[in-house]
């Protein structure tokens, strides 16, 4: 067996092939996975398109960005991963680094954590990046915990439901905005309903903090939505945060509030190098918050297998907005 199944872009914005390629082999560091399942995310689809400069795609490539499968076999100088392990995370798909969407995958260990038993293979492989990115945003960088006050733009999205759950979990009290259509999810939550589309951000940041504005308030949207935080975060101290802080925008709002501004670039891991032990640590807190009943993952419906035109389907799903949570593809049975 050296050679393997795959869906490969061979160039951009062309579709999608299936192709036999090398199946890789388990190098110093890595464990070899036999993919069950491959999550994907709308960086999946702006990759294929050629819209992604960002994540320095080299063709051809496998794309897939999650992953959940099993370890089929391990390279020297790994240790706590072993044949028949179940396991999850972010592990390739951008720069060099082959994706989820094969039949198999040698990955950095450092990326990946065990999976626990409450979690089917396709939730495992919806969560890698979306969590990644709420914890980086809320814990790494605005250190959220007991009491603050955190708003989460887009509480019904990818990453916002991890956001909305990972501080409750924390112990903060959580605002979330959404469209009509999005409260009750947002309620089930826990979180306090926010209607964006029939409230101004005065009007919500007098309604819920006397006006004081939030501790934390983590944008998942962007452009207008960005703007916004700077003007609903507290004075003296507030945190903004924000995935998508790739416009431009004037800071003065959150100068005159004495407030602070961190990004999150969760690829950053993967194209450099540094700092992938962290990402598998993240996703060890996401094991142990799915364990305790605390995190669960939104998934859709739809079914999609390891074959280009049902790849493509998935990505259709996701840009015309068809899509009704985390969108995973099967890529083995187990």
Request: proline share 3%; hydrophobic share 45%; charged share 15%.
């Amino acid at each position: 067996m050296n050679t393997m199944q795959a869906v490969v872009l061979n160039a951009f914005d062309t579709p999608l092939l299936d192709q036999q390629i090398a199946r890789p082999v388990a190098a110093a560091g890595q464990v070899l996975v036999r993919v069950i399942a491959s999550g994907v995310n709308p960086l999946d689809t702006k990759i294929a398109a050629g819209k992604a400069d960002h994540a320095q795609v080299q063709l051809p490539a496998v794309l897939g960005i999650d992953i959940a499968g099993i370890v089929d076999s391990v390279g020297d100088d790994v240790e706590g991963f072993a044949a028949g392990d179940r396991v999850f995370g972010m592990t390739g798909g951008i720069g060099k680094v082959q994706g989820s969407l094969a039949q198999y995958a040698a990955v950095d260990a450092g990326l990946l954590a065990h999976m626990p038993p409450q979690l089917s293979m396709r939730e495992a492989a919806a969560l890698p990046l979306i969590f990644i990115t709420a914890w980086e945003g809320l814990v790494d960088r605005a250190r959220v915990g007991e009491g603050m006050k955190v708003l989460v733009h887009g509480g019904a999205g990818g990453v916002g439901h991890m956001a909305v759950q990972l501080a409750k979990a924390r112990g903060a009290q959580v605002y979330a905005t959404g469209s009509a259509d999005q409260r009750e999810m947002i309620e089930k939550m826990g979180a306090t309903f926010i209607d964006y589309q029939s409230t101004s951000v005065e009007q919500y940041v007098q309604q819920h903090t006397d006006g004081e504005g939030y501790d934390v308030v983590y944008d998942t949207v962007g452009g207008a939505t960005l703007d916004a935080s700077f003007r609903a975060v507290q004075q003296y101290g507030g945190h903004v945060v924000s995935c998508l802080g790739w416009g431009t925008h004037a800071l003065a709002p959150l100068s005159f509030r004495a407030a602070t501004y961190s990004g999150v670039f969760t690829l950053l891991p993967l194209l450099s190098g540094k700092g992938r032990a962290n990402h598998g640590a993240i996703m060890k807190e996401a094991g142990a918050l799915v364990a305790a009943g605390k995190l669960k993952v939104t998934l859709d419906a739809g079914v999609y297998t390891l074959d280009a035109a049902s790849v493509a389907a998935a990505h259709t799903a996701l840009t015309e907005g068809k899509a009704r949570g985390k969108v995973v593809v099967q890529v083995a049975d187990i």
